[in-house]
């Protein structure tokens, strides 16, 4: 493969990033890139054009960002973690997940969403992997710390397979990917 094009550069303007972390596409495949030190989420076309930026007040240095068919949600890790539903638009409707539901130690970094939009987020501040319904409800917890097979130790990036499976990266010792039915 070769590089077609490559877009932004250091800055605030339009275009440009300060830290750009995860990215992920929408149905129509707009890119959506959470620009962390620009307390924003950059909004592409298919060919990486500049369409907009979506802030909010409660957008503070996203960490990562996913789309569904209609609605957008922005993990925010630093201070209060949680994770922000907003429209496609940029209109908040709600926040998920925060430490005053009794995750005090969460420690989010990455997260997913299954086919049912349960969130599925993994936790380095536990070493676990926690599913959260819709709602924000804890569903169960997956793992355990060690650098065992079957442990996880900070955990990293994680997804859902086309058969349902999630598949971990455990780092920082474990150096695998697990995969969970």
Same mark, same amino acid.
């Given at each position: 493969?070769?590089?077609?094009?490559? !877009?932004?550069?250091?800055?605030?303007?339009?275009?440009?990033?300060?830290?750009?972390?995860?990215?992920?596409?929408?149905?129509?495949?707009?890119?959506?890139?959470?620009?962390?030190?620009?307390?924003?989420?950059?909004?592409?076309?298919?060919?990486?054009?500049?369409?907009?930026?979506?802030?909010?007040?409660?957008?503070?240095?996203?960490?990562?960002?996913?789309?569904?068919?209609?609605?957008?949600?922005?993990?925010?890790?630093?201070?209060?973690?949680?994770?922000?539903?907003?429209? +496609?638009?940029?209109?908040?409707?709600?926040?998920?997940?925060?430490?005053?539901?009794?995750?005090?130690?969460?420690?989010?970094?990455?997260?997913?969403?299954?086919?049912?939009?349960?969130?599925? !987020?993994?936790?380095?501040?536990?070493?676990?992997?926690?599913?959260?319904?819709?709602?924000?409800? +804890? +569903?169960?917890?997956?793992?355990?710390?060690?650098?065992?097979?079957?442990?996880?130790?900070?955990?990293?990036?994680?997804?859902?397979?086309?058969?349902?499976?999630?598949?971990?990266?455990?780092?920082?010792?474990?150096?695998?990917?697990?995969?969970?039915?």
């Amino acid at each position: 493969m070769s590089l077609v094009r490559e !877009i932004g550069g250091r800055g605030s303007k339009s275009g440009q990033f300060k830290y750009p972390r995860q990215l992920t596409t929408d149905p129509i495949g707009h890119v959506f890139i959470a620009d962390s030190d620009n307390n924003r989420i950059s909004v592409h076309d298919t060919e990486l054009n500049h369409l907009r930026n979506i802030t909010h007040q409660s957008i503070t240095r996203p960490y990562d960002v996913k789309v569904s068919r209609d609605r957008m949600y922005v993990l925010c890790p630093n201070n209060n973690p949680c994770i922000h539903v907003l429209t +496609l638009e940029g209109d908040k409707l709600h926040s998920l997940i925060t430490c005053g539901q009794g995750m005090d130690m969460l420690r989010a970094r990455f997260f997913c969403l299954d086919p049912l939009n349960n969130f599925i !987020i993994s936790d380095e501040g536990s070493h676990t992997i926690r599913v959260f319904s819709p709602e924000g409800n +804890l +569903l169960h917890t997956i793992g355990t710390e060690g650098h065992q097979q079957g442990m996880l130790y900070y955990p990293r990036g994680i997804a859902i397979t086309s058969n349902r499976r999630l598949v971990s990266v455990s780092d920082n010792k474990n150096y695998s990917l697990q995969i969970y039915y």
